[in-house]
T-cell receptor, first 112, second 110 residues
Framework: DTAVSQTPKYLVTQMGNDKSIKCEQN?????MYWYKQDSKKFLKIMFS???????INETVPNRFSPKSPDKAHLNLHINSLELGDSAVYFC???????????FGPGTRLTVT | DAKTTQPPSMDCAEGRAANLPCNHS???????VYWYRQIHSQGPQYIIH?????ETNEMASLIITEDRKSSTLILPHATLRDTAVYYC???????????WGAGTKLIIKP
């Protein structure tokens, strides 16, 4: 069974569109995260959720919004997509305060 | 959180021990050292972490100097599947945020 899964794996869309990336974890973890990895391969934390509450909100544009319907899911919604949003987005989860974060396989977003 | 410095790339022969260094000279007393790796086109994978003492698990060993200003990740018998970018991260244990640097690209050669 996949511990952290993301859908879709690839997403190609045009500027101005709205899209969502889904993430699910079956590890029973309390905290979930979204990371962005740009073309230079740097990983940057975007959001994390603990028990349905946003606990970290980095300086990302408000076009990005995380939504957690339950503890096992943290979806990422992106409005009005821009060229600079092209990147690989990773979802991760951990126990609250846990050192070990489990990452999903990533979603490669390409905005044309 | 303290910053880390790692060499951009390293080579290692298959079957030999791979020793990956990391400098974290500004580390604070309550900051842990974490190691992750990212195999090409995959999500990052947790390897090991420690505070003061050396640590070992099924994947690797972590050696932290007595002054805690540097550490070394040791892969005892490197295989081709260990080719990846290895990230050394320091953070306060209660802080959920991981600050990622550029890491070390480790290439295992046959």
């Amino acid at each position: 069974d996949t511990a952290v899964s993301q859908t879709p794996k690839y997403l190609v869309t045009q500027m101005g569109n709205d899209k969502s990336i889904k993430c699910e974890q079956n590890l029973g973890h309390d905290t979930m995260y979204w990371y962005k990895q740009d073309s230079k391969k740097f990983l940057k934390i975007m959001f994390s959720y603990n028990n349905k509450e946003l606990i970290i909100n980095e300086t990302v544009p408000n076009r990005f919004s995380p939504k957690s319907p339950d503890k096992a899911h943290l979806n990422l919604h992106i409005n009005s997509l821009e060229l600079g949003d092209s990147a690989v987005y990773f979802c991760a989860s951990s126990q609250e305060g846990g050192a070990e974060q489990y990452f999903g396989p990533g979603t490669r977003l390409t905005v044309t | 959180d303290a910053k880390t410095t790692q060499p951009p790339s390293m080579d290692c022969a298959e079957g030999r021990a791979a020793n990956l260094p990391c400098n974290h000279s500004t580390i604070s007393g309550n900051e842990y050292v974490y190691w992750y790796r990212q195999i090409h086109s995959q999500g990052p994978q947790y390897i090991i972490h420690g505070l003061k003492n050396n640590e070992t698990n099924e994947m690797a060993s972590l050696i932290i100097t007595e002054d805690r200003k540097s550490s070394t990740l040791i892969l005892p018998h490197a295989t081709l599947r260990d080719t990846a970018v290895y990230y050394c991260i320091v953070r306060v244990h209660s802080n959920y945020q991981l600050i990622w640097g550029a890491g070390t690209k480790l290439i295992i050669k046959p």
